[in-house]
Nanobody, 124 residues
């Protein structure tokens, strides 16, 4: 079992930055594909960014150039640096992990392990 705990969410003004962290326990994440999904009120859950065990990064189009995903396998921790935040980025952000890379890496059904989520609110 993999246990994931997110932190770093909060309220930020448009144009601001936040760094999310996801600490894993139970198993080392070295061989896992890990990443972030988000869900805004009344909307479907969507993939934000994923990174494979080989370090290949994936981003949804709307966050490219603004968000950066990284992983520190020594700390068993995943990060999401979010810059130039926009009100439409407001959502609950959850980290995910799975041993296998799904054919559609942004399909939430492809991930066995989920954190509880952390709220990100972008508002003036």
């Amino acid at each position: 079992q993999v246990h994931l705990v997110e932190s770093g969410g909060g309220l930020v003004q448009p144009g601001g930055s936040l760094r999310l962290s996801c600490a894993a326990s139970g198993r080392a994440l070295d061989d896992y594909v890990v990443g972030w999904f988000r869900q805004a009120p009344g909307k479907e859950r969507e993939g934000v960014s994923l990174i494979t065990s080989d370090g290949i990064e994936y981003y949804r189009d709307s966050v490219k150039g603004r968000f950066a995903i990284s992983r520190d396998n020594r700390k068993n921790t995943l990060y999401l640096q979010m810059n130039n935040l926009k009100p439409e980025d407001t959502a609950v952000y959850s980290c995910v992990a799975d041993l296998w890379v799904a054919s559609n890496i942004f399909d939430p059904a492809g991930y066995d392990y989920w954190g509880q989520g952390t709220q990100v609110t972008v508002s003036s």
